[in-house]
């Protein structure tokens, strides 16, 4: 499974407007583009999903912008993943009207496996809250280039250090 950009930007946004959640103003896109250093222009796609979703609310106007539909508390990431991306794992055998959810009459020989690995991305996820995220999260991420040539480094400096 691969956590895409969408939703990864996406939970960046939801993360930034969490931490003005205290703040009597909504943050612009432009505000929020800028804290995270991603395209204003795929931004405007992302809200207007999480909005559908009910996570985030939009003010018009002069001192408009976005802020969290709910405390943030009340969020949880299952929610966000599903705005953002659609269903958490889509099974392979899953039926048109529930793509997270086995369709089939008798179970395949790799049923429970899917089933565990749903289950368990499911149960974490919603068991997650968007404050959760927040208390843990560190500041804008670094640029590719920098987090390549970090890892890089780590794995490196673990290389040398001998074993006890």
């Known amino acids: 499974m691969k956590i895409s950009t969408r939703t990864e930007y996406g939970i960046r946004v939801l993360v930034t ?4 959640e205290g703040e009597d103003r909504c943050l612009s896109l432009t505000e929020i583009a800028r804290r995270e250093k991603l395209p204003h222009a795929y ?3 992302l809200v207007g999903d999480l ?4 996570l985030v609310s939009a003010t018009r106007g002069q001192s408009g912008g976005y802020r ?3 405390p943030s508390a009340d969020i949880a990431m299952a929610d966000a993943v599903r705005a953002l991306e ?3 794992l889509e099974m392979p055998c899953a ?3 529930d793509l997270e959810h086995c369709d089939r009459p008798q179970p395949c020989s790799v049923h429970e496996v899917f089933q565990r ?3 368990s991305l499911s149960v974490s996820l919603a068991a997650t809250s968007l404050a959760e995220v927040v208390a843990s999260a560190g500041g804008p991420p ?3 280039v920098v987090r390549r040539r970090r890892s890089t480094q780590s794995a490196n400096s673990m290389q040398e250090t001998p074993n006890a």
């Open 86 to 88: 659609g269903p958490i």
């Open 17 to 20: 407007l969490a931490r003005s």
């Open 142 to 144: 670094y640029p590719i």
């Open 43 to 45: 931004l405007e796609q």
């Open 95 to 97: 039926g048109a009207a």
């Open 117 to 119: 690995v749903y289950e």
């Open 51 to 54: 909005r559908r979703a009910g």
């Open 68 to 70: 969290l539909a709910k």
